[in-house]
């Protein structure tokens, strides 16, 4: 999508942890705060067979299952040249069927505050497996998710057919006031204290458009990537999902299913920028204005 942000001098910080992961646990402005989450009681912890959140950046595997939750606890390489960050972690060889390898290829931009993140995932086993990676980013409390919807036209012999799922979970519900439904952009609000019937929220949907947002303070956050059409995307086919419960909220993005043949490798490559002064909004007409050109500054 071009250059990454304003032109001003590098302003972004990450940081990656070695002692778990891979991991980036903050991306934030100089001077100000984290834009993600962080679980404040597993600070520190490492070591163990219990899966742990962390908080901000982590590669999983789709689909979900027991193998999705390999608890990352152990120490990873972090390799630094040419303003690269090279995060790998252990084979994942204590789960049977797995023997996955997973890193993380981090690059902050010499002017702005982008990001690009190449998650790659590499399959050590003696056998083809088959899977999609999936990017999940833990978002600070108390602001919102923005996601496009398809284009809207009246339906005529070019629209005879669907432009993309939406998917629902046994928790979704549309009545929950932290949703809004527009006509172009679909809305997800963290909140502390929700009223609705479940504490968790989510949805999943195919995005052509290839961007999500978060909006907090004044701060925007835009993760990007590659649409690639026709691509076989898993749980019936959406490439963005997001979720909510009452400590954080996730920008998620997948990229297609594919089966890795024995040291097969897939990447999947995000970009990440920060905003600063974004005006605060509800409805299409503010993301229209407000959100969606930052996406197209990304």
């Known amino acids: 999508m071009g250059k990454c942000g304003p032109d001003f001098k590098r302003q972004g910080r990450t940081r990656c942890p070695g002692d778990v992961g891979p991991r980036i646990v903050t991306y934030r402005f100089i001077g100000s705060e984290n834009i993600f989450h962080e679980v404040a009681e597993q600070a520190g912890l490492t070591g163990g067979a219990d899966f742990r959140l962390y908080g901000g950046h982590r590669l999983w595997i789709s689909p979900e299952m027991d193998r999705t939750y390999f608890p990352d606890n152990s120490p990873v390489r972090v390799v630094e040249e040419n303003g690269l960050i090279r995060i790998t972690a252990p084979v994942e060889s204590t789960l049977p069927g797995s023997n996955l390898q997973k890193e993380l290829e981090v690059h902050l931009d010499e002017q702005g ?30 602001g919102k998710a923005i996601q496009p919807l398809p284009p809207r036209a009246p339906i005529d012999k070019d629209h005879f057919q669907s432009v993309g799922p939406m998917t629902l979970w046994s928790l979704t519900d549309s009545a929950d006031s932290r949703w809004t439904l527009g006509t172009e952009y679909i809305q997800l609000q963290q909140r502390t204290n929700p009223t609705g019937r479940f504490p968790e929220q989510m949805t999943g949907l195919y995005s052509p458009a290839g961007w999500g947002a978060y909006s907090l303070n004044g701060t925007g956050f835009v ?76």
Not at 125 to 133: I, W
Request: charged content about 20%; some cysteine.
């Open 113 to 142: 505050s982008c990001v690009t993140v190449n998650h790659r995932v590499i399959n050590r086993d003696s056998r083809p497996t088959k899977l999609a990676p999936w990017a999940l980013t833990m978002m600070k409390p108390g």
């Open 223 to 298: 993760k990007s990537v590659a649409v690639i059409a026709g691509a076989a995307y898993p749980d019936f086919g959406y490439n963005f999902e997001i979720f909510t419960n009452p400590e954080f909220l996730e920008l998620e993005t997948l990229g297609p299913q594919v089966e890795l043949r024995p040291e097969e490798s897939v990447r999947h490559i995000e970009t990440w920028t920060l905003f600063q002064n974004v005006p605060n909004g509800k409805d299409d007409a503010w993301i229209r204005e407000a959100i969606a050109p930052l996406a197209f500054t990304s």
